[in-house]
C-alpha cells in the first residue's frame, strides 16, 4: 500500500495565499469598526511622518533659497573685530578695515574675485510725509548689486561717476517704496519712484533706480493667487504674509544703496567740499573718518573657499601691519546652521513619527492577539481538517499586515490633508514638499510594523494545541 | 495489513505532581471497510483514543501505523497533512466556521490540500450532494438546524475522500429523530465503503455498529457488550 503524497503541489502556494489574503480582508471587513480603530495608529503614524518630513523639505527648501538670495557660499564678510589680547597693546595701531584693504585684495589675492566695500549709515529716510528706517542703508560700490544678488528693476544703478562725483543719488527696495509711496497691493498699481527726492536723515537723495521685489517661491505663488483671484482673498491673509514673510528677503527689501563716496563725504564729518571736487578718491581719505563698516568679497569656487580666505587674510594682514583686527564670516556657518537644523527637524519629527508607527504597531498586536483568542475554537477546527502551522501563522500574518497595509495607505492620502493643515500653522511660509521618498518609507515602514506587530500573535496561534482549541468554549 | 495498527499504546498526562494514565497499553486494528464504535463513561480515555488515531495528538508510548505512517515518529506538519488527507472529523458541536457558507465550510479541508478553485467548488457541491444539502450550499451555518448542520459537517469530512471518518457523539447535539437520520447516513456511507468510527456514551448507538470497542480506565474492555455497557451507566 503506497501512501499518497502528502505535501501540496508546487503551484499551490500562491493560490493558498490569495485565498488567505481573501480570508484576512474578509476578517477585517467582519470588524470593520475595530479594523478602523486599529489601523488608526498606523495611519496617523504614516500621515505624521510623512508630513513631518515634506514640513523640513519646505524648510530646507526656503533657507536655502534665503542663502542664495544673500549672496549664496561664495561670499564672503569682513568685520572689524577687537584686536585678539596678544596683541592688545598694539590697539592704538589697528587702523580697522579702510579702502585700501579693497585695493590689496584685488591686485594681491588671485583666489578673490570681487571686492565690494560697504560704509554703514543708520538712517532715516522720509519723502512724501512718511519715515521709513531701512534695515540696511550703507554706501558701496556699484559691484554691490552683484555682489549681493540684486536686480534692477526701474532705473538704473549708481555708477563710477556718480560715486566718484559723491552724487546725492540712491538706489531703494521695494519696502522703502512701499513704506513712503505705497505698495502695489494698497494702491492696486505699481509706483515707480525713479525721480523722486527723499531725505535721507534730512539730506535730499534723488532715487535713481529700484530693485526688483524679493521674496521667496511661497511668497510669490501665493501673491500670484491672489493676483489672479482677487474674490477669494481674504482681509486676514495679506496682513498675514506682510508680516510673516520671510524675513531674508524683507531685509533685503529694506535695502537703500548709496555711493560710497557719497556716504564718506556728506555724513562722515570732516568732509569738505574741496575734496569733493577734486573728485580724487585717494585724497578723501585724508578727510574724515576713513573705517569701512565692512567688506564683502566673491571666491573664485566654493571649492577653495578656505584657500582663498588664508589668501586674503595674508594680505589683510599685511595692509594691518600684522594686527589682526578683522575677521572672516562665511555663509558656510549659515550652510552648515541650515544643515544642522533640518538634521534636528528630521530626527526629531521622525522619533515621533516612529514613536507613533510603534503605537500603531502595539495597537495592531494587541487587537491581533485579542482577536485570536475569540477565534481559538476556529483555529482549532482549521487545525482539525488539516492547516498546518504554517498555515495558520501565515493567516494571522497576513491579517496583521492587511491591517497595517491598508492603514499604511489611508494613511498616505490622510498626510495630503494633514500637510495641508499644518502649512497653515507652520512657523514658516515655506510650502511643505511631499517627495516620493518619503512616502515609500512611510509605506515601506507600514506594511514592516505589520510583519513584527503579527509575528507575535502569528506564532501563539500556530502553536495552539488543536485538542484544547476545539474543547474551548 | 490493517489500515491502523496500535501497538501497546500508552498516553500519560501531568497534572501537577499528578500522573494521568489516560490509555493503558492498549494495542488494537481497524481494518479498511470497518465501521466500530469506540464506547465508554466519560474519562474512560475514549476521547483521547480518537485524538490518538486521529493524529490530534501524539502517543506518550507504543507506536501507532496509519496507513504506512509511524505517527509517533511524525512531525506537526505531517500530522496536519495525515490530518487534511486520510482523516475527516464530525464533532458533536458541529464546528462549522460561522463567518464562512455551507459550501466554503465544505471547501475548507481542500484548501489546505492545495486544490484550485474550480475543482474545489465541483468537489464540495459533490459532497453536499451527497450528504443531501446542496440545496443549502450559500447558506451559513447559523441559519441551518442542527441535523443540516450535521450533514454539512459530514460533507466535510468526506470531501478530501479520507481514509478514515471520526465521528465524536454525532447524534449528542440532535433530538433523537434527527439523530437517528444521521446515524442512517452513517450506516449509509459504511455500505459504500467507508471506515468510520464512533465514539459514543451511548450503547444504542453504539448498537447501530458491528464492532464495538470498549474502553474502560484507558483499557480496552474484555467484552464489548452493549448491554454491560448501558449496566454501566446506572
Known amino acids: 500500500m503506497s ?135 550703507c554706501g558701496v560700490w556699484p559691484v554691490a548689486l552683484e555682489m549681493n544678488e540684486h536686480v534692477i528693476q526701474h532705473g538704473r544703478m549708481f555708477n563710477e561717476l556718480d560715486d566718484e562725483l559723491a552724487r546725492n543719488v540712491c538706489v531703494i527696495g521695494t519696502a522703502t517704496r512701499d513704506k513712503l509711496w505705497g505698495s502695489p497691493e494698497e494702491l492696486g498699481r505699481e509706483v515707480n519712484p525713479v525721480g523722486e527726492t527723499l531725505y535721507l536723515n534730512g539730506v535730499p537723495f534723488t532715487v535713481i533706480g529700484m530693485f526688483q521685489h524679493y521674496e521667496s517661491d511661497q511668497d510669490r505663488k501665493e501673491r500670484e493667487y491672489a493676483k489672479a483671484h482677487p474674490e477669494e482673498q481674504k482681509p486676514g491673509l495679506r496682513a498675514r504674509s506682510r508680516r510673516r514673510g520671510s524675513w531674508v528677503f524683507y531685509l533685503k527689501n529694506a535695502t537703500v544703496y548709496l555711493p560710497l563716496n557719497t556716504v564718506w563725504m556728506r555724513f562722515r564729518y570732516g568732509a569738505t567740499r574741496a575734496a569733493i571736487s577734486a573728485g580724487n578718491g585717494m585724497a578723501v581719505g585724508t578727510t574724515g573718518d576713513p573705517r569701512l563698516s565692512g567688506l564683502e568679497f566673491k571666491v573664485v569656487s566654493i571649492d577653495q573657499l578656505a584657500e582663498s580666505i588664508q589668501q586674503a587674510r595674508n594680505v589683510l594682514m599685511c595692509t594691518h601691519h600684522g594686527i589682526e583686527d578683522f575677521s572672516f564670516r562665511t555663509q558656510e556657518d549659515w550652510a552648515e546652521q541650515i544643515k544642522t537644523f533640518v538634521h534636528n527637524a528630521r530626527l526629531s519629527g521622525g522619533l515621533i513619527a516612529g514613536i507613533s508607527l510603534l503605537v500603531g504597531g502595539i495597537g495592531i498586536m494587541n487587537i491581533m492577539l485579542a482577536s485570536i483568542s475569540e477565534r481559538v475554537r476556529e483555529i482549532g477546527i482549521r487545525k482539525s481538517v488539516g492547516a498546518g502551522m504554517g498555515d495558520i501563522f501565515i493567516q494571522i500574518l497576513v491579517e496583521s499586515v492587511v491591517i497595517a497595509v491598508l492603514g499604511g495607505l489611508v494613511g498616505l492620502a490622510a498626510s495630503y490633508g494633514l500637510v495641508c493643515l499644518i502649512a497653515q500653522f507652520a512657523p514658516t511660509d515655506n510650502a511643505p514638499i511631499v517627495g516620493l521618498l518619503a512616502l515609500a518609507v512611510a509605506f515601506a515602514a507600514s506594511a514592516l510594523i505589520g510583519v513584527l506587530a503579527g509575528i507575535i500573535p502569528a506564532l501563539k496561534a500556530a502553536r495552539l494545541n488543536p485538542i484544547e482549541a476545539l474543547k474551548y468554549e | 495489513m490493517a489500515l491502523v495498527e496500535m501497538r501497546n499504546v500508552s498516553k500519560i498526562y501531568h497534572l501537577g505532581e499528578e500522573t494521568i494514565r489516560a490509555l493503558d497499553d492498549i494495542s488494537l486494528d481497524i481494518e479498511l471497510g470497518d465501521f466500530i464504535s469506540i464506547i465508554g463513561p466519560s474519562g474512560s480515555g475514549k476521547s483521547t483514543l480518537m485524538h490518538l488515531l486521529g493524529c490530534l495528538d501524539s502517543p506518550t508510548q507504543g507506536t501507532i501505523n496509519l496507513d504506512g505512517v509511524m505517527i509517533q515518529a511524525a512531525s506537526p506538519r505531517q500530522l496536519a497533512a495525515i490530518r487534511n488527507r486520510k482523516i475527516g472529523f464530525v464533532f458533536q458541536f458541529f464546528n462549522l466556521l460561522p463567518k464562512l457558507n455551507v459550501l466554503q465550510n465544505v471547501e475548507l479541508p481542500m484548501i489546505y490540500s492545495g486544490i484550485a478553485g474550480k475543482e474545489r467548488r465541483q468537489r464540495a457541491m459533490a459532497a453536499l450532494e451527497a450528504v443531501s444539502l446542496a440545496n443549502r450550499a450559500k447558506h451559513r451555518p447559523g441559519q441551518l438546524s442542527g441535523g443540516q448542520q450535521q450533514r454539512a459537517a459530514i460533507a466535510r469530512a468526506l470531501v478530501n475522500d479520507p481514509r478514515m471518518i471520526f465521528a465524536d457523539e454525532p447524534t449528542g447535539n440532535l433530538d433523537s429523530h434527527t439523530g437517528d437520520t444521521i446515524l442512517q447516513l452513517f450506516r449509509e456511507l459504511s455500505r459504500q465503503g467507508r471506515t468510520i468510527i464512533l465514539v459514543t456514551h451511548d450503547p444504542e448507538i453504539a448498537a447501530v455498529t458491528p464492532r464495538r470497542i470498549e474502553i474502560r480506565d484507558g483499557k480496552i474492555a474484555p467484552k464489548a457488550d452493549a448491554t454491560l455497557a448501558g449496566l454501566d451507566r446506572l
Open chain 1, 3 to 137: 501512501a499518497p503524497s502528502l505535501a501540496p503541489g508546487a503551484g499551490s502556494a500562491s493560490r493558498q495565499m490569495l485565498i488567505t489574503v481573501q480570508s484576512g480582508l474578509r476578517e477585517i471587513w467582519a470588524h470593520k469598526f475595530r479594523s478602523l480603530l486599529t489601523m488608526l495608529g498606523i495611519l496617523l503614524g504614516v500621515s505624521s511622518l510623512v508630513a513631518m518630513s515634506a514640513l523640513v523639505a519646505g524648510m530646507e527648501k526656503g533657507a536655502k533659497e534665503s542663502l542664495i538670495a544673500i549672496g549664496g557660499l561664495e561670499k564672503v564678510r569682513v568685520e572689524a573685530q577687537d584686536v585678539p589680547i596678544e596683541q592688545r597693546h598694539l590697539t592704538d595701531d589697528a587702523i580697522g578695515i579702510t579702502i585700501n584693504d579693497v585695493y590689496a585684495l584685488r591686485h594681491s589675492a588671485p583666489l578673490v574675485t570681487r571686492t565690494s566695500p560697504e560704509m554703514r549709515l543708520y538712517a532715516t529716510l522720509s519723502a512724501n510725509d512718511k519715515k521709513f528706517r531701512p534695515w540696511f542703508c
